[in-house]
């Protein structure tokens, strides 16, 4: 039996256990899981492109359990009702082949990539940071501006978005959490003495959202919207001035902010960073940018920090997803006895 | 919601519709979509190897829905208890990117298997073939057995495999369902008269099943064991004297018989035969092989007509496995009500 967590069960969990307290989780499964970049196994996603969007497929391994997470991106979906970034994804044990888990991760997609967002700018923002600007109040907006209050201790937001009902959503979520929000009528006005900037939109198009001339020394951008080929939203000159951190080259230089940029342009990996190979930030009036498209290993983290917390609880189920007959070789005895046919 | 097939789900519908029939199912879906395989998004799967064994995805798309299958191979399984092969598979919407079906495939892919092979060998395999030997009976023998009858009124077998057991297994199941079988003590005598030669073993090694000098002119070798890198069945020199047909070259030359000629071996695609692009056989000396390994579009034939046949019974159950809130882009508000952190 595979061990199942559903949308109820995940939510369920969540609630149960505090959103900030599971960011802070999986943030702690990433930084072990990053600090050991080298023993996994990498690939950049395997997506299947149409006019509407893309659906991903994003497996990874460290030779002891295999993930994978299926993913969709379809900008134009919330017009129509449905949610731009669906996921679900499954472990695996590597000796056997079995799956062994598999878990909704529409919402743990977008716990994920906040923890990682706030696990880069811990690295890469300046230590004084107070204050976080942020580009587009979609579906992920919420985690993020948690992600950061729990990491960095961010409580001020200065948030724009060309869809006031998305603001006005946020601000309703966010307000009774104890944040500080000051809603700007243009991005100009977010970014106005912002320490951090958030960007997350979801149009599937090269879009300037952030102007170069409002950038400032010292920011760090935490980039997430840009994840797509044909998809970006800083303005390219702003990544000939900063320093640039991405998660896996090969799939950033293909998805992320950098696709506006040379093959060869100069890119530092989060896990050197972390792991001290490479300088994060260099001084105060250093511009960083994490050009994050989100990658399989976050995913393999987070499955694994739910797998091991929900274990045992009323929020996971067992489903019979492959087939155990007793004598592994008899597969059609499983079907029980046919009738001859004439 | 998404529909959801389990193990249960699956062999009960097997059972009640009758497995000759869901195969014959099958091999109308398959047909139909090898006949517009131009309109399929192709791609080699994507593969983990480790010491153990592999992990797959194989995605495939026709723009309208999208598919993939996760498979492993562990050959070494069935020593500790466990199945070879395991499987399942997921179907989705292309234009708002959502799973709509997930589905056990480790009996299913057992099936399309068996009904792919039984599709080649209609127009492969000499009208009057009447005799099958098969090397390998494991786990998909019974249903390659099944489909040969099905498609081409094979009732006559000669069996060989280097585990006693699975023969018995293999002759307790069939003998009850009308097959006349002959029980050899060799490959060699196996092939001994047989008009078809199905090979399926699970070594994952260069392994001569079956040597050159065995097979006669006008038979039809239905080869779907050597399926992974590094593990093939057949004496390379069978090959230079047959017409090789493969499922989609750039895939085979990596994983199937063919790995052992140049990567300029001449191959005809099955869908080229079965729109008449391509001759299948030649004459009734022609020495014909199906280097079969799997691929992507069978999944989604199979899933489809899963799918199709099980909606509105109770062989299929409702899944959340992706969250749906009312307001798109509210993500957050699914969690509920949280206190103000201090």
């Known amino acids: ?10 939510v369920g969990w969540i609630a149960r256990t505090g959103t900030e307290s599971v960011i802070a989780g999986i943030l702690e499964y990433l930084e072990h899981d990053f600090r050991r970049w080298e023993s996994f196994e990498k690939s950049a996603r395997v997506a299947s492109h149409t006019p509407f969007g893309v659906i991903e497929l994003m497996p990874t391994s460290d030779q002891e359990s295999y993930a994978f997470k299926y993913v969709n991106g379809h900008p134009s979906n919330p017009g129509r009702g449905y949610q731009t970034v669906t996921a679900f994804g499954v472990l695996a044990d590597v000796h056997n082949g079995y799956p062994t888990f598999l878990a909704e991760m529409t919402v743990l997609t977008a716990l994920r990539t906040a923890a990682t967002s ?54 309703r979520n966010l307000l009774p959490l104890g944040f500080a929000i000051h809603v700007a ?36 951008l935490n980039a997430i919207g840009g994840d797509c080929p044909g998809k970006t939203e800083l ?5 000939d001035r900063s320093s640039v951190v991405v998660e ?22 989060l896990w050197e960073v972390l ?68």
Chains 1, 2 share one sequence.
């Open 1 to 10: 039996m595979t061990s199942f967590v559903d949308v109820h069960g995940m």
């Open 118 to 171: 706030a696990l880069a700018a811990k690295s890469l923002a300046r230590p004084d940071s107070a204050v976080m600007a942020m580009i587009g109040t979609g579906s992920q907006a919420e985690f993020q501006a948690l992600a950061f209050r729990t990491a960095l201790g961010i409580t001020s937001l200065r948030v724009y978005d060309v869809d006031p009902d998305a603001i006005a959503k946020l601000v």
């Open 185 to 220: 009528g243009s991005a100009a006005e977010a970014l106005d003495g912002a320490d951090i900037v958030t960007t997350c939109t979801a149009d599937k198009a090269r879009a300037t959202v952030v102007a170069d001339e409002l950038v400032q020394p010292g920011m760090h």
């Open 235 to 239: 303005d390219a000159a702003i990544l």
């Open 248 to 269: 896996y080259a090969p799939q950033t230089r293909i998805e992320g902010e950098i696709q506006q940029r040379p093959a060869d342009f100069p890119v530092t990996e």
């Open 275 to 342: 792991t001290g190979r490479a300088p994060g930030r260099i001084s105060a009036e250093d511009i960083t940018v994490f050009d994050s498209v989100g990658f399989a290993i976050e995913d393999f983290s987070a499955l694994r920090f739910v797998r091991d917390r929900v274990a045992g609880t009323a929020f996971e189920q067992r489903i019979e997803l492959v087939a155990d007959p007793d004598d592994p070789k008899d597969l059609f005895g499983l079907m029980g006895a046919f009738s001859p046919v004439g």
